[in-house]
């Protein structure tokens, strides 16, 4: 790939500029840095290799050349900075750029807050970073990673979750550009609706573990066992604890965990 075939494939999409690099640190601080240097609304950031790329809670992100997808998008007028709100926007999108490519081999869902998950293993990750500038909201960086091909795919012994690629998953051979044209286009049509009721739907649809007990893990917490309930209004995770009790859960520090379906955990 290089930046006119790129800018090529992506032609009928309206992103506001594009940014092509055969290898970055992370598409995240590339992006964050165009952003305050004046970058456009749905200005993108696209790699193919990440040598320092960034997941959740500081944990590192592997981008192999060729074998995944990594990119970040610049969301500027976005008015308020619910983080959760973009994280969801990400992983709705990859979910059903996936589901819309394989029905009905490939369901993918998505696993709170920012993971999406195929055969209960990862595949994609969702980092949606807000700037400021002092107290004002200057840009949203949402920066979306999929495993495509084996390569990407981590070893289970340096995973907290197991993983898995887009290529296991299906069974055959993806064309790693197409899928972001597909993952880009479910973007630009969900970040019109954000917000609404049908987004919410979509959401809480796709949401995995509906019904299961799950651990879920805060830092320097002790981790809170729960029933998945589903999501609140402003997409908080909604559990019902061993107690009885209903809890709803913000972004943050989680990380959501089936209590069954051991032998698919570390
Ligand atoms: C996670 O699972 O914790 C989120 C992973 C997000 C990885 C993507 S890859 C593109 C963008 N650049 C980064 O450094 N991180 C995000």
Do not use: F, H, M
């Given at each position: 790939m290089d930046q006119a075939s790129l800018q090529t494939l992506l032609a009928d999409l309206p992103l506001g500029s594009l940014r092509y690099f055969a290898t970055v640190g992370s598409t995240n601080d590339l992006a964050k840095c165009w952003a305050e240097a004046g970058?456009?609304?749905?200005?993108?950031?696209a790699a193919d290799e990440q040598t320092a790329g960034r997941g959740r809670l500081n944990r590192r992100w592997i981008t192999p050349p060729g074998s995944a997808l990594a990119f970040s998008l610049?969301?500027?007028?976005?008015?308020?900075?619910?983080?959760?709100r973009y994280t969801a926007l990400g992983?709705?999108?990859?979910?059903?750029?996936?589901?819309?490519?394989s029905p009905p081999v490939l369901l993918a869902q998505?696993?709170?807050p920012n993971d999406v998950i195929a055969t209960q293993r990862k595949?994609?990750?969702?980092?949606?970073?807000?700037?400021?500038?002092?107290?004002k909201l200057t840009a949203v960086i949402l920066g979306i990673g999929i495993?495509?091909?084996?390569?990407?795919?981590?070893?289970?012994?340096?995973?907290?979750?197991?993983?898995?690629?887009?290529?296991a998953v299906l069974e055959s051979p993806v064309d790693r550009w197409e899928l972001l044209h597909a993952v880009l286009e479910r973007l630009l049509f969900w970040r019109e609706g954000l917000g609404t009721p049908e987004f919410l739907m979509a959401w809480g649809a796709r949401l995995a573990f509906q019904g299961e007990w799950v651990q879920v893990s805060f830092e320097g917490q002790p981790p809170l066992e729960g029933q998945v309930l589903g999501l609140t209004a402003d997409g908080r995770?909604?559990?019902?604890?061993?107690?009885?009790e209903l809890q709803e859960l913000h972004g943050g520090e989680l990380n959501v965990r089936p209590l069954s379906g051991v032998k698919t955990l570390e």
């Open positions: 970058a456009p609304d749905l200005a993108l950031v610049i969301l500027k007028d976005t008015g308020e900075a619910d983080v959760l992983a709705l999108a990859v979910c059903d750029a996936l589901n819309a490519a998505i696993k709170w595949l994609a990750g969702v980092l949606a970073e807000a700037q400021w500038q002092g107290e495993n495509v091909a084996s390569p990407s795919v981590p070893p289970d012994e340096q995973l907290n979750y197991p993983a898995t690629c887009v290529e995770l909604r559990l019902r604890d061993r107690q009885g």
